[in-house]
């Protein structure tokens, strides 16, 4: 997929903001967390908080994944129904079928 430059121009900017979003909240954890780390700590612990948070992320993703999946065939049903209602049904029940002997 080829993008113009102007979208990958925008796709830099969300990519930079996800990442400045990340690094705030892992200070804030760090801050928040009353630990007073060297520099090396500091650093592993920053490593060590994006990892985590990452696998909650994923795991988040795949519950919400699982229940959007429980609740699709109940919202297609409910579509279904609904549609049907507003259209008239298709086929051989809505239009009676002529009899060859009535066109003489």
Same mark, same amino acid.
Request: hydrophobic residues 25%.
């Given at each position: ?10 796709? =830099?900017? =969300?990519?930079?903001?996800?990442? $400045?979003?990340? $690094? ?19 650093? &592993? ?16 993703? $795949? ?13 297609? &049903? &409910?579509?279904?129904?609904?549609? $049907?209602?507003? &259209? ?17």
């Amino acid at each position: 997929m080829q993008m113009s430059p102007e979208e990958r121009n925008v796709m =830099r900017q =969300r990519e930079n903001l996800r990442r $400045q979003t990340i $690094q705030r909240e892992t200070e804030a954890a760090l801050r928040d967390s009353g630990l007073r780390l060297n520099p090396r700590e500091r650093a &592993q612990f920053e490593s060590r908080y994006v990892q985590e948070r990452r696998k909650v992320e994923q795991a988040l993703r $795949q519950q919400i994944e699982t229940e959007r999946q429980k609740e699709l065939p109940a919202l297609i &049903q &409910q579509l279904k129904k609904e549609f $049907q209602i507003d &259209q008239p049904t298709k086929g051989p029940a809505t239009k009676p079928a002529e009899s060859p002997k009535s066109k003489k």
